[in-house]
């Protein structure tokens, strides 16, 4: 069964720092998402991409995020500063259609910001 | 923004009965909607979904049933086996000739769903 793959699993980092998050998505899907999860919460909208620009985004993703599908596979999301409160499950989820069960997520990244 | 919620963040169930697990939304725009699976440390995994033009779908060993009239939603789980337990959460959105498509799907906070042997 096909299957949305994140890397790495797991990231410590500094605050103040830089992280990419990493993800291939199912290769026919055309829609891209970040969500997060802080531990013990809901999960939680960031961004959606389609057609190589960003569709929507949440009061989340503020300045400090990007998105980019830099080739043809992968797709990211950047945190160009680390917060302490960035720490959080993120999750990468793609879709065919934008909705339906081929709505797939990740198994995630467990981002930890010291 | 509107939100989905849960009513319980617990549900412990003996192994072998059914569950329900239920959830009320606030959107009544949103005309489609979600039930995942979160099993520790995996991404959510879709279990079964509905559009608002239908009361009632069936899954193997799961039912969704919506209730537009009070926004409500319930997955029912049939003979409830220790492969079940994870936290359940619901989600919603808007079908694509509505507006949605590419819109993040809204979720709801999770019913942590218990096994009991």
């Known amino acids: 069964e096909p299957e949305v793959t994140q890397t790495p699993s797991h990231q410590v980092t500094q605050m103040g720092q830089e992280v990419i998050l990493r993800c291939v998505p199912i290769?026919?899907?055309?829609?891209f998402y970040w969500y997060r999860q802080i531990l013990g919460q809901k999960v939680e909208f960031l961004v959606s991409?389609?057609?190589?620009?960003?569709s929507e985004k949440s009061e989340i993703f503020d300045d400090q995020f990007s998105v980019e599908r830099p080739d043809g596979s992968n797709f990211t999301l950047k945190i160009r500063s680390t917060k302490l409160e960035d720490s959080a499950m993120y999750f990468c989820a793609s879709s065919e259609a934008g909705w339906g069960n081929g709505y797939t997520f990740g198994s995630g990244t467990r981002l930890t910001v010291v | 923004g509107e939100s989905v919620g849960l009513h319980l963040p617990t549900l412990s169930v003996q192994e072998g009965d059914n569950s329900i697990i239920n959830c009320a939304y606030s959107?009544?725009?949103?005309?489609?909607f979600i039930w995942y699976k979160q099993e520790s440390g995996k991404g959510p995994q879709f279990i079964i979904d509905i559009r608002s033009n239908m009361d009632k779908r069936q899954g193997q060993r799961v039912t969704v049933l919506l209730n537009k009239t009070v926004k409500h939603l319930s997955l029912q789980i049939a003979a409830t086996q220790p492969g079940d337990s994870a936290v359940y959460f619901c989600?919603?959105?808007?079908?694509?000739?509505?507006?949605?498509?590419?819109?993040?799907?809204?979720f709801g906070k999770g019913t942590h769903l218990i096994i009991q042997p």
């Open positions: 989600a919603e959105n808007l079908l694509p000739d509505s507006g949605g498509g590419a819109d993040g799907l809204t």
């Open positions: 991409f389609y057609n190589n620009e960003i």
């Open positions: 290769s026919n899907h055309l829609y």
């Open positions: 959107n009544s725009a949103s005309d489609y």
